[in-house]
């Protein structure tokens, strides 16, 4: 398998397995996000609850002394044992007074049947007094017990209040009665209502007495059995009200509650009893925070999750991004040597090939010169002939002379063989230049003397073709090269003008020598065809020759193009406006001061 396919299958294994255990982080998160809030939420409500508690509790209990307190004052005593005694006149405004300073709702007094004697609204037009009340369960409890409690519907008001209630004995102790005290809770549960929070209370018969939300008064939590029912219609505790279900519903956790705009609400219903017998406070938490909550700590958990997934792949792309930029340039260093290493060998083989090639041409020059020497060997052998046939002949009459004692005549006769033995001398010895090795070290060169002595050695020739030769140079023109090169290019350029003309009606060349932009400048013309301008430049190629198999080898210029550069000149071919070749050769000048040096 290839290593990305690998890497890809291993991507998606990772994507896989994050999308499997995805689900199953997002319920945890979810649920510990939601108990957590829930503990929190309990906490929370077991403190409110406390306050609730404490508050209901505190606003019952400060009037408990005050129904004992009635009892044991003398005039209700007595009135116990009068009861139609104008005393009821006093104590009524006693309980007046009493109800006002201690912020009662009511105070009142009954005797041993019920029937209401004074009250502390006596004044009002549903003054309790006269009515009978022994109904009520406070007033049988007092009777029975000395002490009674209720709550109740009050039946003349229609106000809800918690009766407290204490028995009286009269002055002499054959008439009892019982001391009321209504405790008012609605400002209490005005202050509940203001709080915003949900909270009830429920009584023994789980009906909810007081409550934060009207909707929920009067309402029973459980179904009511017909014994319970029959009581509250015997003691008539909520009086004319209809009591209906609460109509909750109770799942595993919370219960759903009716909600004043009709919709229903789920809630955690935390209870504490209360010190009134059967009375349990209800404090309510709502769940929809709680699932909020935990749906936040899951998109919370989500987005981490996301974070780390893309967090992973963006570090897994960039170390594979960093392995494929080392390759690469690991690669790249590889070809880079690679290509080193085949530059170094074509060097060498290069460096072969130019050794080679520098040897093929020294053995070129050496056969050129040979081939020139060839010439110069027929030009030689016929320039000898004539000086030997002359100096043959002066040597035989010599002896004539000599033998006719006229020794004149024969001095003058060996005087000529000796100019001619001379002359024959320096032909050889010119052979002699030409074929010695140039110098390394460039020397001063008289070109003019070289022009001489190259036309001395073609003369022959020169003759025999019956070309016309035009000189034209100083007699000295000294530039920095070697006697040997310098002959070896006027041979050649020489040469081909005398092979240029060989078929011209009335041959003729012209040697020029100036001097020009610091050098000497020699110019060779020729009457002969020229050449075709796609020729020119083609002439200094090696083995570039038009002439005859055998006649020509094509390396003539090529040679002279070598020298002439190697003594730093130039050389250059044209055709002549009268249509003949014309070549022109520059070399610098040798220069005193630096033979000096
Ligand atoms: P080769 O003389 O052996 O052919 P060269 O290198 O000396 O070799 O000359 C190359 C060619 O240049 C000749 O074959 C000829 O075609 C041309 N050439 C040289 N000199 C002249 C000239 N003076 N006039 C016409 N053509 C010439």
């Not at 649920?31 to 609730?52: I, K």
């Amino acid at each position: 398998m290839q290593k990305s396919d690998r890497s890809v299958w291993e991507m998606r294994r990772i994507w896989l397995v994050g999308f499997l255990l995805l689900p199953f982080l997002l319920v945890l998160t979810a649920w510990l996000g939601f108990s957590h809030a829930r503990e929190q939420a309990l906490q929370q409500a077991d403190e409110r609850l406390n306050l609730y508690a404490s508050s209901f509790e505190g606003a019952i209990n400060k009037y408990d002394y005050l129904p004992w307190m009635i009892t044991q004052t003398p005039d209700v005593k007595r009135l116990l044992d009068k009861p139609d005694s104008p005393l009821a006149d006093n104590i009524n405004a006693f309980l007046a007074r009493t109800r006002s300073t201690s912020l009662a709702d009511e105070i009142y007094l009954m005797d041993a049947q019920g029937q209401t004697l004074a009250s502390s609204n006596y004044q009002e037009a549903e003054s309790f007094i006269g009515n009978n009340y022994r109904f009520r369960p406070y007033f049988t409890d007092a009777i029975r017990s000395g002490h009674g409690e209720f709550f109740a519907i009050g039946t003349t008001t229609g106000l809800p209040g918690y009766f407290l209630s204490e028995r009286a004995s009269s002055q002499s102790g054959e008439h009892q009665g019982v001391a009321v005290v209504k405790v008012d809770l609605e400002p209490l549960q005005a202050d509940w209502q203001l709080a915003a929070e949900k909270v009830f209370v429920s009584d023994t018969n789980n009906i909810i007495v007081l409550s934060s939300q009207p909707q929920w008064k009067y309402r029973y939590i459980d179904a009511l059995s017909d014994n319970q029912l029959d009581d509250i219609r015997r003691n008539r505790q909520f009086d004319s009200i209809e009591l209906k279900p609460l109509g909750i519903k109770r799942s595993n956790y919370f219960q759903v509650m009716p909600e004043a705009d009709g919709k229903t609400a789920g809630y955690l219903n935390k209870t504490l009893e209360l010190s009134r017998p059967g009375w349990t406070i209800h404090y309510l938490v709502p769940v929809s925070p709680l699932y909020q909550f935990a749906f936040l700590t899951a998109g919370l958990v989500l987005i981490l999750y996301i974070l780390c997934i893309t967090g992973v792949l963006w570090m897994r792309e960039r170390s594979r991004r960093a392995q494929a930029a080392l390759k690469a340039e690991q690669r790249l260093r590889a070809l880079n040597d690679s290509l080193e290493d085949q530059v170094i060998d074509r060097t060498a083989e290069l460096e072969k090939r130019t050794s080679e090639l520098q040897r093929i041409q020294r053995e070129l020059v050496q056969s050129e010169k040979l081939a020139a020497l060839g010439i110069m060997a027929a030009g030689l052998s016929h320039e000898l002939n004539q000086p030997l046939t002359a100096v043959r002949t002066y040597a035989a009459s010599g002896r004539k002379l000599l033998t006719r004692a006229l020794y004149e005549q024969v001095d003058t006769a060996l005087d000529k063989i000796m100019t001619l033995t001379s002359r024959m001398s320096d032909i050889t010895s010119q052979l002699k230049v030409f074929v010695r090795q140039a110098p390394a070290q460039p020397q001063p060169v008289d070109w003019s003397a070289r022009i001489d002595f190259v036309l001395e050695m073609l003369e022959h020739r020169i003759n025999q073709q019956q070309v016309s030769i035009q000189a034209d140079y100083p007699p000295q023109a000294l530039i920095r090269g070697d006697d040997a090169r310098i002959e070896q290019v006027l041979v050649n350029l020489l040469s081909n003008a005398l092979d240029a003309v060989s078929s011209t009606p009335d041959p003729h060349v012209s040697i020029h020598l100036s001097e020009t932009n610091g050098g000497w400048q020699l110019q060779v013309e020729d009457n002969g065809p020229g050449f075709a301008p796609e020729q020119i430049k083609h002439l200094f190629e090696p083995f570039y020759s038009t002439k005859n198999v055998g006649q020509g080898m094509g390396l003539g210029l090529f040679i002279c193009y070598g020298l002439v550069q190697d003594l730093g000149g130039s050389i250059r071919a044209e055709c002549h406006a009268k249509g003949g070749a014309r070549f022109e050769v520059w070399l610098p000048l040798y220069e005193h001061k630096a033979t000096a040096a």
